[in-house]
């Protein structure tokens, strides 16, 4: 059964990057039916998609992150990661890694708290 | 951007009764070539991720029960469920993935009367 683990600071510093891990088990990375991809949930509000990547590299992004968001992946390591610089407090979110079955979301990660201060 | 815009934004249901949520697509999302609706449902409970309840509008994902239901077509969708258990209080959220980007309604929170 595939699980997704996602890893990184649970703080970070307004300006500098954000940058999550997600780890993925019991799965190949490697089928062309699946994307991995990050969403986020600032506290008490709803889902934001942020983007995706496929085990070859291409990359889709939400627009309005897409000046500052950076999706990679590296299937040797079955892992695939998220870098969100210049970051402020609006980032402020629960961070979950998901994997993408043509295009829908079905298998999420925990999360993990990220918070945007000094 | 699709806006989907789902309602009620809450519902409080007895037990055993029926919880329907309604969810908006500010565009068609039924994809003429395959003849799909590129709409997903998911559950969310308290201190949980969400959950993956049904894909194409009404395609149950595996082991999800049979109580709950997915409809529509087009703009208009519906998630139903039948015969509401306690388990089921949770935040529902709809998702069309047929435009760049994804983008997920509001969220419908159910709780029990």
């Known amino acids: 059964q595939v699980q997704l683990q996602e890893s990184g600071p649970g703080l970070v510093k307004p300006s500098e990057t954000l940058s999550l891990t997600c780890t993925v088990s019991g799965d190949s990375m490697t089928s062309s039916r699946l994307y991995w991809g990050w969403v986020r949930q600032p506290p008490g509000k709803g889902l934001e998609w942020i983007g995706s990547?496929?085990?070859?590299?291409?990359?889709y992004y939400t627009p309005s992150l897409k000046s500052r968001v950076s999706i990679s992946v590296d299937t040797s390591k079955t892992q695939f990661s998220l870098h969100l610089n210049s970051v402020t407090a609006a980032d402020t979110a629960m961070y979950y890694c998901?994997?993408?079955?043509?295009?829908?979301?079905?298998?999420w990660g925990k999360g993990t708290t990220v918070t945007v201060s000094s | 951007d699709i806006v989907m815009t789902q309602s009620p934004d809450s519902l409080a249901v007895f037990l055993g009764e029926r919880a329907t949520i309604n969810c908006k697509s500010s565009?068609?999302?039924?994809?003429?070539?395959?003849?799909?609706?590129?709409l997903a449902w998911y559950q969310q409970r308290p201190g949980q991720p969400p959950k993956l309840l049904f894909y194409?509008?009404?395609t149950r994902e595996s082991g999800v029960p049979e109580r709950f239901s997915g409809s529509g077509s087009g703009t208009d969708f519906n998630l139903t469920i039948s015969s509401l258990q306690a388990e089921d209080a949770a935040v529902y959220y709809c998702q069309q993935y047929y435009g760049n980007p994804d983008t997920f309604g509001q969220g419908t929170r159910v709780e029990i009367k």
């Open positions: 998901v994997r993408r079955r043509d295009r829908y979301m079905d298998v």
């Open positions: 194409w509008a009404s």
């Open positions: 565009q068609n999302i039924l994809y003429s070539s395959d003849n799909k609706n590129y």
């Open positions: 990547v496929s085990y070859s590299g291409t990359t």
